[in-house]
């Protein structure tokens, strides 16, 4: 298994621009999130889903968007990058509706510039 | 709401040392309790969990963590420190009553072991 996969690994927007940071996995998970780590803040939840189809917001959602249209990919949407949006994502998964019991499995992460 | 405090930004050890990373903890009901760490430019790997049962949990790299109700505390341990444990470590909470909510994770602690 590959686990969680995200692509790309780095990327460089500028101010206006959107993009969509993939996020896939392939242990057959029904949950997944994403979150975003800044210095001195931890990881803040964006956007997680509990299944295809279905998606809720998190912590700090405004300026991203989520759809879960098959249970392995999970993609996020910056509809018009700003520079606060500078960031490391990751998306993680977990087996089990709801994130069940078990633990998180991480992807490795996108490092986004916004100038 | 739930949420997760790990007060300490930082602790220094000396190898050899035993070593605590504090994490308290609030929720409504009974928690779902995980330490994650972070080694430098990877993603967040799973240590171990507290979700029933005997309050010492033992993880992986021979850590523990210890679930104490009445403070609602859960302290990672370990120990003798190694310095290839110095890292970025992570508590995070979840609430089972709570349908559909994510992990919430604390703001981390950077454990850094001197030879």
């Known amino acids: 298994n590959a686990g969680v996969t995200q692509t790309p690994k780095f990327q460089v927007l500028k101010t206006g621009q959107s993009m969509t940071l993939q996020c896939a996995q392939d242990m057959n998970h029904e949950y997944m999130s994403w979150y975003r780590q800044d210095p001195g803040m931890g990881l803040r939840l964006i956007h997680y889903?509990?299944?295809?189809?279905?998606?809720d917001q998190g912590e700090v959602p405004n300026g991203y968007n989520v759809s879960r249209s098959t249970t392995e990919d999970f993609p996020l949407r910056l509809l018009s990058a700003a520079p606060s949006q500078t960031s490391v994502y990751f998306c993680?998964?977990?087996?089990?509706?709801?994130?069940?019991?078990?633990?998180?499995?991480f992807g490795p992460g996108t490092r986004l510039t916004v100038t | 709401a739930q949420s997760v405090a790990q007060p300490e930004d930082q602790v220094n050890v000396a190898e050899g040392n035993p070593l605590t990373v504090k994490c308290t903890y609030s929720v409504s009901g009974n928690p779902y309790l995980f330490w994650y760490v972070q080694y430098p430019n990877r993603g967040l790997q799973f240590l171990l969990k507290y979700i029933t049962g005997d309050n010492l949990v033992k993880g992986s790299y021979g850590f523990e963590a210890e679930f104490n109700k009445s403070q609602t505390s859960f302290h990672l341990k370990k120990p003798s420190a190694l310095v290839s444990d110095s890292a970025l470590y992570f508590c995070a909470v979840r609430d089972p009553d709570q349908a559909g909510t994510a992990l919430i994770f604390g703001k981390g602690t950077t454990l850094s072991v001197s030879s």
């Open positions: 889903s509990v299944g295809a189809g279905i998606t």
């Open positions: 993680a998964s977990s087996p089990g509706l709801a994130g069940g019991l078990g633990e998180q499995y």
